[in-house]
Nanobody, 124 residues
Framework: QVRLVESGGGLVQAGGSLRLSCAATGLSFSASASAMGWFRQAPEKEREFVAAISWRSRITRFADSVEGRFTISRDNAENTVNLQMNSLKPEDTAVYYC???????????????WGQGTQVTVSS
């Protein structure tokens, strides 16, 4: 089984930047051979797609709300996935989750492994 652990969350002022990381443990091939994604969920709101990246980093997808501000990357040798968040806004405040899917997707239902989440708070 693959275990995903997010880190890098915290409190940041609007306009600032934050980098989230996701470390995968278990079978290395299981992580490198799968697409990875980031989702977020604010209190009392539905879980929302943020970004996704294919196995070989050839394809990336972003939600309209973060397009041009966030970037996603992965290092398969280290079994890590990163989310670089720039020009942060208060509406970006949420718990951010790392997840794994067999192929790249924007739908949460296609992801079969999830981390426990890391809190990101953006102050105005």
């Amino acid at each position: 089984q693959v275990r995903l652990v997010e880190s890098g969350g915290g409190l940041v002022q609007a306009g600032g930047s934050l980098r989230l990381s996701c470390a995968a443990t278990g079978l290395s091939f299981s992580a490198s051979a799968s697409a990875m994604g980031w989702f977020r969920q604010a209190p009392e709101k539905e879980r929302e797609f943020v970004a996704a990246i294919s196995w070989r980093s050839r394809i990336t997808r972003f939600a309209d709300s973060v397009e041009g501000r966030f970037t996603i990357s992965r290092d398969n040798a280290e079994n890590t996935v990163n989310l670089q968040m720039n020009s942060l806004k208060p509406e970006d405040t949420a718990v951010y989750y790392c997840a794994r899917a067999p192929t790249i997707s924007i739908f949460a239902r296609d992801y079969n492994y999830w981390g426990q989440g890391t809190q990101v708070t953006v102050s105005s």
